[in-house]
């Protein structure tokens, strides 16, 4: 690693001090500037529901960088050529949604790292300049200096988070409760700490930590952040742009109304 970039996975490795990021919906690399100078860790462009393009993405990933800041990436999907594009644009960490087996866990991983790990391909050019280094140093740290977290937000991933959690080279789980809460309640609501979503989150937790995995959690709010961080959850998506925007609004109006 060099001191150019944010060392995530150093930063992982404590544990009890949640690494908390914020959420990105909208697009723009003055916003993901402004969010990468805020008292929160990291930055998370949401690619699969936020209003996000690639062309868009990677000047947001520079500005992120340019803070030093980790850029983390939610994907659109589990397709190679996506998480290739988010690596090769500088970004630390990606995530994948709706990683429900141990095949598609396996697929993930060999999109993410290269050999002997996995099968990215090569072409990382903008990477090299967010890293800092030259082809052949990227080559050898690429594979532990971005990480891949694998999204558990169904029932067939739940019952499958032993396998897909004993994938080698996978860095991470991360939860979805919103799906997650969907599918156990089979579409009854979004229950983001229902007794069941907390149940399946043990599991989910349970499953990371036996395979030496950092647990992650999209999390949205301090309570919801306080609830998950209490059953060991250590990487956790703190608040959406928009609800930061709306909270600061809120909280502006209140206090001249109060004056
Ligand atoms: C979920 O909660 O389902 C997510 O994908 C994160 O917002
Ligand atoms: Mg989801």
């Known amino acids: 690693m060099t001191a150019q970039h944010f060392d995530l996975r150093a930063r992982l490795v404590d544990k009890a001090t949640p690494f908390l990021f914020s959420w990105m919906s909208m697009s723009g690399a003055q916003l993901a500037g402004q969010l990468a100078r805020l008292p929160i860790e990291g930055v998370c462009l949401d690619m699969q529901h936020g209003m996000i393009g690639f062309a868009d993405a990677v000047n947001m990933i520079a500005a992120i960088?340019?803070?030093?800041?980790?850029?983390?990436?939610?994907?659109?999907?589990?397709?190679?050529?996506?998480?290739?594009?988010?690596?090769?644009?500088?970004?630390?960490?990606?995530?994948?949604?709706?990683?429900?087996?141990?095949?598609?866990?396996?697929e993930l991983v060999r999109s993410a790292k290269y050999p002997p790990g996995g099968g990215r391909s090569w072409?990382?050019?903008?990477?090299?300049?967010?890293?800092?280094?030259?082809?052949?140093?990227?080559?050898?740290?690429?594979?532990?200096?971005?990480?891949?977290?694998?999204?558990?937000?169904?029932?067939?991933?739940?019952?499958?988070?032993?396998?897909?959690?004993?994938?080698?080279?996978?860095?991470?789980?991360f939860v979805g409760p919103s799906d997650l809460s969907i599918a156990?309640?089979?579409?009854?609501?979004?229950?983001?700490?229902?007794?069941?979503?907390?149940?399946?989150?043990?599991?989910?937790a349970a499953a990371a930590k036996k395979n030496g995995l950092v647990a992650g959690a999209f999390a949205g709010t301090a309570e919801i952040i306080q609830t998950y961080s209490s059953m060991g959850y250590s990487f956790m998506a703190a608040a959406v742009d928009a609800d930061l925007l709306q909270w600061g609004a809120a909280s502006l109006m209140k206090a001249l109304k109060d004056a």
């Open 65 to 106: 960088n340019a803070a030093k800041r980790p850029a983390i990436i939610r994907i659109l999907w589990n397709e190679p050529g996506l998480v290739g594009q988010a690596l090769d644009a500088g970004a630390s960490a990606v995530i994948a949604p709706m990683i429900n087996s141990k095949k598609e866990a396996e």
């Open 123 to 173: 072409g990382g050019y903008t990477a090299l300049q967010a890293f800092g280094l030259a082809p052949a140093e990227y080559l050898k740290q690429a594979n532990s200096a971005t990480l891949v977290f694998a999204m558990i937000e169904t029932q067939a991933a739940l019952d499958a988070v032993d396998e897909i959690a004993a994938v080698p080279g996978l860095d991470g789980l």
């Open 184 to 204: 156990l309640s089979n579409g009854a609501g979004i229950e983001k700490t229902s007794a069941a979503t907390l149940e399946a989150m043990k599991r989910i």
